[in-house]
């Protein structure tokens, strides 16, 4: 192992992997907005609401996500849309976790005890009072694992736009491998910056469990 090598990479592979965390924080705040959204439009009792939801849901979760970077960066020119790498990067990723963290927020909320919201509704609260101060809170630690889980898959998933010329740690470690012809030492470096961003993650989100669960 070239340990020069590693070490002389190490400052640049530092400055990518705060690209791939930007991308990711971007992303997953899109992703979150958006999935709240989805999640109450699939729940409501309106067919003009849930049929738009349930087709977002199924075309972002039915398609490679990196056909979807490719359309909204490549394909996005040709109708007047002109991102930047970065900004079609993240826009991408969000629209695309955001398919998939609705149904963990949908099946969290379905999930709460019906009888929660009959008890609601016998003391004449509304749909929307019901939901915002009985069913919500309850939903919310049962949303933290599925959610982590799909948080982690985003953070995995950030690697995809490299391909679409972000100067992420993936798009780094190819330029590097094709200067030095180590893929070892340079896929060392990067998997070691991703993995200190999951854990560190994956820390965070334990304990906003535990916190949860005791509260």
């Known amino acids: 192992m070239d340990i020069a ?3 002389k990479t190490f400052p640049y592979f530092a400055q990518a992997a705060w690209v791939t965390i930007l ?3 971007l992303a997953l705040v899109l992703g979150l907005a958006l999935a709240s959204l989805l999640t109450m439009m699939r729940l409501s009792q309106s067919t003009m609401l849930r049929f738009p939801a349930i087709a977002y849901i199924s075309l972002f979760r039915g398609t490679p996500c990196l056909v ?3 359309l909204l960066y490549f394909g996005g020119a040709q109708i007047g849309i002109n991102l930047s790498p970065f900004t079609a990067g993240w826009i991408g990723l969000g629209l695309n976790i955001a398919a998939y963290m609705s149904e963990s927020m949908r099946g969290a909320i379905i999930a709460v005890d019906r009888s929660q919201s009959e008890a609601a509704r016998s ?3 509304g749909r929307a009072r019901t939901m915002v101060l ?3 809170p309850q939903a919310a630690r049962l949303m933290i ?4 889980v799909n948080i982690v898959a985003l953070i995995k998933g ?3 736009v490299s391909a679409i010329s972000v100067i992420d740690l993936t798009y780094t470690a190819q330029r590097y491998i094709s200067a030095t012809y180590k893929p070892f030492e340079i896929f060392t470096v990067a998997a070691f910056f991703y993995m200190v961003i999951i854990i560190t993650v994956t820390i965070v989100l334990r304990w906003l469990d535990r916190r949860f669960v005791i509260a």
């Open 123 to 125: 003391i004449g609260f």
């Open 158 to 160: 950030s690697a995809l």
């Open 23 to 25: 991308v990711s924080l």
């Open 68 to 70: 979807q970077l490719f």
């Open 145 to 148: 694992r599925p959610l982590g």
């Open 5 to 7: 090598l590693i070490q």
């Open 134 to 136: 009985i069913i919500l």
